[in-house]
């Protein structure tokens, strides 16, 4: 079992920046990502990171985001800059530790969740 807590999340105008933290606790999953969700939209993968070292990203933010980990911490970080409006949303972070699938940021493929980190980004 792994609980995950993000935080992080609040308001920038565009073009700014944030950095979202998830401390996983008792450790971080072999598979950790990011993903956001919109009222009345589908959760939608950012990034993911494999063993702490290979990182995936979707198209849209390619560039812009960062996601990283620091294992002595327990934490998954996602750095965001050059936000843009469309940004907006609550933030949640993923783990997976079985039938882990390298470069997977499909909703599906993670068994665990944290409560979301809420980013608001104005024009």
């Known amino acids: 079992q792994v609980q995950l807590v993000e935080s992080g999340g609040g308001s920038v105008q565009t073009g700014g920046s944030l950095r979202l933290s998830c401390v996983a606790s008792p450790h971080t999953a072999t598979l950790m990502a990011w993903f956001r969700q919109v009222p009345g939209k589908e959760r939608e993968g950012v990034a993911s990171?494999?063993?702490?070292?290979?990182?995936y990203y979707a198209e849209f933010v390619k560039g812009r985001f960062t996601i990283s980990q620091d294992n002595a911490k327990n934490t998954v970080y996602l750095e965001m800059s050059s936000l843009k409006p469309e940004d907006s949303g609550m933030y949640y972070c993923?783990?997976?530790?079985?039938?882990?699938?390298?470069?997977?940021?499909?909703?599906?493929?993670?068994?665990?969740w944290g409560q979301g980190t809420q980013v608001a980004v104005s024009s």
């Open positions: 990171i494999y063993v702490a070292d290979k990182t």
């Open positions: 993923a783990g997976s530790t079985t039938a882990v699938v390298e470069g997977t940021i499909e909703a599906d493929d993670f068994g665990y």
